[in-house]
């Protein structure tokens, strides 16, 4: 039950019609085909393409969960959406997709057409690559948390940013879908039965208990950026280089965007890594997984060299000298690893599971199930005291085809 019109496929080029900013870009009577594409856990999607030129993309949040329509969620986030869109396609407007319009009424936001990208987790799944799109991500990572923090923004105009970006519901679905329920009994929990032991084991662990909690008190407590908030490898498009144009990385969907910790981004990405690196080596694939495992170093690598590249642009330099930087980068790559374990742990356990893992027949899918919570248990609970590539070595160790 909506109390706002929900758009479908023959609604769409009256809708364009109606916005005087869309139909600037695209000639509704010139619209040659609307698709809807949405396959993720919240919203419809539609691509709209035009006889000639570029298309555009639009966005509607549903009052409640795509794959759980019981359950409602505000229809507002796609204006927390926009709010990050803005701020990061400022800031890193070559990883974000362009945005064209924003309508609070309808909850639609109108965005880039990407059609000549795909989803990476997609690609992952098929045993491809994309090399370079890790440490543009990072790269990404680190222009948007450089400048939203108090180091690359004026404090005072900073506290109106994050007060106006305090995003309470969809950050309370991530309080609880990655740091609570894969931790308790929780209807939303569901594992193989095959794979029951290994969660009681996983999440009864007291150092792993101990780590989560430690990990949720930084997600809820440390607003140190504007993060994208669910940066997992479906929230990511790319597109491979070809000799006429470069390789392209876009971080979309930032729906969850808050000030919080950035290694809450990387973690994601890492988590995320560690789960196709898994379903890579359960299909007999050790050197995709291998490879898939040298992904947040690089990423890291990436982030650490252009977060240090803009500190000398600081805007207030009087305090925050070099120490200053090192203990935030140490503490970002910490957090990271620890929040790299619950990420990878939540899709094994909790609500919203990852194609990685479910696409396998569930004799694999029980034995990648079972190693991905092992290498999480290693992040979660060494995260904090490994060197990245230890760490990943390490759990890239639990794993066997
Ligand atoms: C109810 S939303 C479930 C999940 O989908 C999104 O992609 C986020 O990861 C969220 O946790
Ligand atoms: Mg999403």
Known sequence: MSTYDLLDVTSVPAYIASRPRLAARVDPAAITRVREVGDGNLNLVFVVSAAAGPGLVLKQSLPYVRVDPTWPVTPDRNGFEAGALAAHGALAPEYVPALYDEDPARHVLAIEDLSDHRVWRGALNEGLRFEGTAEDLGRYVAKVAFGTSVFGLDPQIRKGELARAVNPELSGITEDLVFTEPYVEHERNRVLPGNVKDVADFAGDPAVRAAVGRAKLTFMTHAESLIHGDLHTGSVLVRAATP???????????????????????????????????????????????????????????????????????????????????????????????????KAARRVIGFAKVSDLESLTPYRRELASRQALHAARILLTDGRTTPLNTLFDRAGDTLTP
């Open 244 to 342: 006429d144009r470069p390789r392209s990385t876009r971080a979309f969907d930032a729906e969850f965007a808050f000030y919080g910790p950035v290694g809450f981004d990387l973690g994601a990405l890492w988590g995320n890594f560690l789960l196709a690196a898994v379903r890579a080596m359960v299909l007999d694939a050790s050197t995709q997984a291998a490879w898939l495992l040298t992904l947040p170093a690089l990423s890291w690598t990436a982030f650490e060299t252009e977060f240090r590249a803009l500190w000398p642009d600081r805007v207030d330099p009087r305090v925050f000298e070099d120490d200053t930087l090192e203990s935030f980068l140490t503490k970002v790559r910490t957090d990271a690893a620890v929040f790299a374990g619950a």
